[in-house]
């Protein structure tokens, strides 16, 4: 037996559960983490088999159309996430932190995590930055928030960081991102995603936490990856980072379907019977004969 989209049709699966991806970790089986902003993709990523669903604020970017993540609000990831949380039931979901959420502290994260978990039926909060968010991390974990922490790149920071570019590059840099990701650790992250930075820096971070790493452009030593849903299936090329494997091509598919149309019905070959409604000839006649009498006076 299958379902429509091929895979084995079983009972629900339980959910994944955050103790469940550090067991992960610990028994070397990798994470998979994919993004999603809507109930009809995130079934789709549940059906696929992924342990994890992150509603990303890069949704800015692949579905609301702006340069950046930075103009992203609490209303936008709020909205999207409670439609990935009714489309998915097995992934753990994870709600993204957007700029000016919690950077004022630790009053203001814990006002908006809450509102993820509350109002958005997400399973954890992820925030970007390094020890400048650990006091925050800390807040939030003590009060019984799971939160997955985010250094290398993060695209909240672009204009400091002056582009998406790849981070700890120099042994300093590298030491500092690792010191950093201890510091998450120990205020309490379960994870941490790891973003543009070079392989063996993620490689001898993912040695060191006991937390498991999610990577992305990190290479392939990192406890998990996770990639955006537009950029894997081809649905957004404004910016195309090396790291973002293209494994279909929906955008140029969507096209060509939209294109189709736009013939058929210019053409007039578009709806045939097959896709029309008719109704019994005695209704139809008695109609034509009415309309008849209203022209003719
Ligand atoms: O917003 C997002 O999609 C992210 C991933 C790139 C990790 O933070």
Redesign the pocket.
Known sequence: MSDQYGGASAPAPRKVTVPDLVAMKRDQKRITMM?AYDAAFARLVDQAGIDVI?V????GMVVLGYPT?VPVTMDDMVRHAAAVSRGASRPLLVG?MPFGSYQAGPADALHNAARFLKEAGMDSV?VEGGAEVVETVRALTANGIAVMA?VGLT?QRVAQLGGFKVQAKTARAARKLIDDALALEDAGAFSI?L?SVPAPVAALATEHLRIPTIG?GAGVDCDGQ?L?LHDVLGLFGDFKPKFAKRYADLGAQVVGALREFDREVREGSFPTADETFTMKESELLSLQRSMAQQKAG
């Open positions: 993004t992150l990303g604020d890069s949704l993540t993204d992820k985010h695209p995603v973003e992305i996770v955006v």
